[in-house]
Structure formats: structure tokens, C-alpha cells
């Protein structure tokens, strides 16, 4: 990827750097250009900012049938009879079955999983089709994997083996989306009242209350402690991590029985990263492979003492591509993801996704005592250059005006998704890989 990534035209980068993001002060431009070993993803800025902030709750006003759900609950016993999950043949895929190597079909019979407008958990960022993206399209691919097919999502089974655990996703705003597209997957089969989302920041806690069971989120965008770890206020202009500090998130997570990590997007700002390591006053410049590589090795650390993986089990995502050259996949032309309706026909790999972190991840798993499975999104979700929000999305809390939307150009969001969309498909792996796993943690 570095190779094909220098082959690029640097005037033409120049000026891409120039007007796209001529917001953006001169020397971090620069900075850039200087080093592209690291692609940089500076629009985020735009973003980060509400990251957390502009995340409401809305009140949960879905209307379900009431006998419907009696029924999925099996009453009488107000759905607390301890049915045992039950893993069907095709509900298991296969050890040898690579599920993240495959392509989108389309599939406008079963896809959308759950429908924009009946989950009232979905914050504004997500929701696409209401902030008026014209073309429907994203919501109807299903992803498929070479070898064996994913086992159709159920929710109540998932509820099931959710049944008095806590299951956490941990990370920035793209984990957010993950965490809300698993609240849509599963909400509308518990009734009314039995279910509620509660923000206690840095978190967001989804109450199922008949299985005892929670979802949850953790805002952590470096994983490790940092000074953007406040819930609302943070930006990625300013970062400063400490490498080798994790306990005060890590006590949140102690005891958490399905714990999904994330973290991605907030390193590649820049190339280089402001870091403390060893001395909290020493402040440092880090080359951000390095300072990525620092920070994993105290998760790990972390999980080696904390973790007890006979009941406990952990998830690690791989990066969430980004969209932001059109040049990457339509050679001579000069925008970003704005207005692409459909999915890439592989192969496919964008520059946004750097090699080098992805080697770290793989390392760091490798040597890890504890096991953490990959689910390897990074490549289908490469594929997706439609199903980003676009200029259908929000920037510091409030969708687009108007003018805004005018100007893709400078404020199309290529990094976050639409729901329903990609993160649904990362969710049914997940569910896959539970199902898999089912037997030996209960
Ligand atoms: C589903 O897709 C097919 C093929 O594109 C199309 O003919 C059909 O009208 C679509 N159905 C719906 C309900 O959108
Ligand atoms: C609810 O689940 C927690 C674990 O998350 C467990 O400690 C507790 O005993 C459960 N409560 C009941 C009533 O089963
Ligand atoms: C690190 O911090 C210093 C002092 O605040 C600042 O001048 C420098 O630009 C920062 N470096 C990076 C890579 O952000
Ligand atoms: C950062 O570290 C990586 C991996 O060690 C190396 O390939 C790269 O050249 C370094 N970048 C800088 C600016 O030192
Ligand atoms: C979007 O793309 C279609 C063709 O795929 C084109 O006709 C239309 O003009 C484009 N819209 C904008 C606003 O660029
Ligand atoms: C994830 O998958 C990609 C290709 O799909 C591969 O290049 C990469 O090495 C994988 N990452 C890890 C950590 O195994």
C-alpha cells in the first residue's frame, strides 16, 4: 500500500490537501506531506467534536404487538423461563470458514435487518434516510462470505446467551455506531418498558431488564487513558495519550463478560502523536505506529491480569475504512465518498487503512496470553463506499445546513456510517462468532 500510495501524484495532492481541507491550518497540511507514510485522516476533526455531544436519547415510542412479543417471550413467565440456547447446525460456521474474505449481495428481501424509523436509539449522526440521503440502496446489501453463510441474526437467541452478562463495546465514535446498530438489531423483540438506555458518561448502558443483561458502551477513542476522554469534550487537534495508563478505564471493564475493543481513527491524525510514557510530565512526540504499539501492549497487559477467560470474552475490530479520495477507486476523479451509491467490486484496499497498524494488531494478538478473537472487518467494510453519511449526517451536533450540503467537497463525513448499513454486518459476525463460541463460555 505504501508503494501505491506514492505512486500518487503529489501536485495532485497538494491541491486535494489544499481545498479540501483548506479549513485546516497550513502546518498540519504540511505535516502531512511531508510524512504520507501514515494517511492522514483529518476531516475526523469535524466530527470529533460530537462525537458524544450530540448523542440524545430518544424516548423509546415503538409501538409493539403486544402478543407478539408474549409470544417470542414464551409466557407465562414474563420471558424468564431459562430456555437453553439452542445452536443449530446453521448456526455454526465452520472452523475453516474465512467469514471476512466474501463480497456484498444484493439482498432487498432480508436487508435492512431493522428499519431506521423503528429504532428510537439511533442518534442523528446514523440516520441517514431521515436527514435526506435520496437513495435507499446501502441498506439492502448482505455480506457473504466465500466459504459458508453467516447464521441468520436472531435476536432472541442472542438475548438468550446475553442472559445475566454485560457485554461492552469500547472505543470512539465508529464503536458508538456498533453499539447502536446492536441496540437496533435486538430492541424490537423486548417489549415496551422492558428495556431502557441510560447515559452515565463516558458510557451508555442498553437495560434488558428480563434477562438481566446489559449493552453497553465505553467512549475510549486511544483505548489507553488520554486527555480526550472526556465523553463531550474532546477534539482531535489536540491529543495527548498516555501510553502506559489504562487503569482508570480498566476498572469500568473489570468483570465485563463480552468486552469488543476498537480504536483506530484518532491515531491517524497526524503521523506523529503527542504521548507520555513512563514520567506523566515527560511529554513526547511519538511516531503514532510506535505510540500505537505502546498503547496495545498495556491493553494487553491489562488483559492478562484482569481477564479470566474461562467466563469472560474478549473482541478486538479492525479499522473501519475511510473514504475520502474517489481517486482511490475511480482513477482521474477528484472527490470522496459524496454521492456513490454502490459498493466497490473487489479487489479493493483504500490507503486510509494502514498496513503498519494492522500489522501491530496482528503481532499483538499473536503473543497474547489471553485470547482475543479478530473479527477482521477492515476489508468489507472497504467495499462500502456508499454507505457512509456523507453530507447526511451531523458536524458539532447539527445536521448540515443546507450551504454545507452544497459543498461535499469540504463536509461530506466519509469515516462514519449510515444505519442500517455496514456496522449491522460487523454486529452478525459477532453474533456468529458468539454462537461459535457458546458452548464454552456460560
Ligand atoms: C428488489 O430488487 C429487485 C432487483 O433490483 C427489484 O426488481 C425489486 O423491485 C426490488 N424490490 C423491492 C421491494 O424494492
Ligand atoms: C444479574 O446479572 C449479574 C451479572 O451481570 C449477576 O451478578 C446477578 O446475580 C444477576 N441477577 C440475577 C437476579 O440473576
Ligand atoms: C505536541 O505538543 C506541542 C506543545 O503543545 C505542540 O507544539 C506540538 O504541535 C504537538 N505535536 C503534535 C504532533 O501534535
Ligand atoms: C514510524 O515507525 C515506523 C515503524 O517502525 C517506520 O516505518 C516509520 O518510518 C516511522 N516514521 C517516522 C516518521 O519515524
Ligand atoms: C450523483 O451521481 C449521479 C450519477 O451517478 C449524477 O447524475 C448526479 O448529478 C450526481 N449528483 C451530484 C450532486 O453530484
Ligand atoms: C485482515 O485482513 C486483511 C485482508 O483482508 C489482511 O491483509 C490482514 O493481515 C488481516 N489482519 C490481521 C491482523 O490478521
Same mark, same amino acid.
Given at each position: ?19 479540501? &481541507? ?15 507514510? !501514515? +494517511? *492522514?485522516? $483529518? /476531516? ?124 461492552? &463495546? ?15 438489531? !435486538? +430492541? *424490537?423483540? $423486548? /417489549? ?251
Amino acid at each position: 500500500m505504501t508503494a501505491n500510495y506514492e505512486i500518487k501524484d503529489q501536485k495532485m495532492l497538494v491541491t486535494k490537501v489544499r481545498t479540501v &481541507f483548506n479549513f485546516l491550518n497550513h502546518s498540519m497540511s504540511m505535516q502531512y506531506l511531508i510524512d504520507p507514510r !501514515i +494517511q *492522514s485522516l $483529518i /476531516p475526523i476533526a469535524l466530527y470529533s467534536i460530537l462525537i458524544l455531544g450530540a448523542a440524545r436519547l430518544v424516548l423509546d415510542s415503538l409501538k409493539i404487538n403486544q402478543s407478539y412479543v408474549l409470544r417470542l417471550y414464551g409466557m407465562p413467565h414474563g420471558g424468564r423461563s431459562r430456555l437453553p440456547v439452542v445452536v443449530l447446525p446453521e448456526d455454526r460456521i465452520e472452523d475453516d470458514c474465512n467469514v471476512f474474505e466474501g463480497n456484498w449481495v444484493w439482498d432487498n428481501v432480508s436487508y435492512p435487518l431493522y428499519e431506521e424509523e423503528n429504532c428510537p436509539y439511533l442518534v442523528k449522526q446514523t440516520t441517514c434516510h431521515k436527514n435526506g440521503r435520496p437513495d435507499s440502496f446501502y441498506k439492502n446489501w448482505r455480506w457473504q462470505p466465500n466459504g459458508c453463510n453467516l447464521p441468520r441474526f436472531k435476536a432472541l437467541k442472542l438475548l438468550h446467551m446475553l442472559r445475566d452478562k454485560r457485554m461492552m &463495546f469500547i472505543g470512539d465514535s465508529l464503536q458508538r455506531g456498533q453499539f447502536e446498530s446492536m441496540i437496533c438489531l !435486538i +430492541q *424490537s423483540v $423486548i /417489549p415496551e418498558g422492558k428495556k431502557s438506555l441510560q447515559r452515565v458518561p463516558p458510557m451508555k448502558i442498553f437495560k434488558i431488564e428480563e434477562f438481566n443483561a446489559s449493552i453497553e458502551y465505553y467512549w475510549a477513542p486511544f483505548i489507553v487513558e488520554s486527555i480526550s476522554d472526556h465523553a463531550t469534550h474532546h477534539t482531535v487537534h489536540k491529543r495527548m495519550v498516555r501510553l502506559d495508563s489504562i487503569n482508570n478505564h480498566g476498572k469500568h471493564w473489570k468483570g465485563v463478560d463480552i468486552l469488543v475493543f476498537e480504536s483506530y481513527v484518532w491515531w491517524m491524525h497526524k503521523p506523529l502523536i503527542n504521548a507520555t510514557y513512563g514520567s506523566p510530565h515527560h511529554v513526547k512526540e511519538y511516531n503514532v505506529t510506535t505510540a500505537y504499539k505502546l498503547a496495545l501492549e498495556t491493553w494487553a497487559n491489562w488483559l492478562e491480569s484482569n481477564i479470566k477467560p474461562l467466563t469472560q470474552k474478549v473482541f478486538f475490530m479492525s479499522m473501519s475504512p475511510t473514504h475520502l479520495w474517489s481517486w482511490e477507486w475511480k482513477p482521474g476523479s477528484n472527490e470522496n465518498c459524496f454521492n456513490e451509491s454502490y459498493p466497490i467490486q473487489g479487489p479493493y484496499w483504500g490507503t486510509g487503512s494502514n498496513l503498519e497498524i494492522m500489522k501491530i494488531i496482528h503481532d499483538g494478538l499473536q503473543v497474547l496470553k489471553i485470547d482475543v478473537t479478530l473479527l477482521n472487518i477492515t476489508q468489507l467494510s472497504e467495499y462500502r463506499k456508499d454507505a457512509h453519511t456523507s453530507v447526511y449526517g451531523e458536524r458539532k451536533g447539527k445536521l448540515l445546513t443546507k450551504e454545507q450540503r452544497a459543498n461535499p467537497k469540504d463536509f461530506a463525513d466519509c469515516i462514519h456510517w449510515c444505519l442500517p448499513g455496514v456496522p449491522d454486518a460487523w454486529n452478525e459476525i459477532l453474533y456468529a462468532y458468539l454462537l461459535k463460541g457458546y458452548q464454552n463460555f456460560s
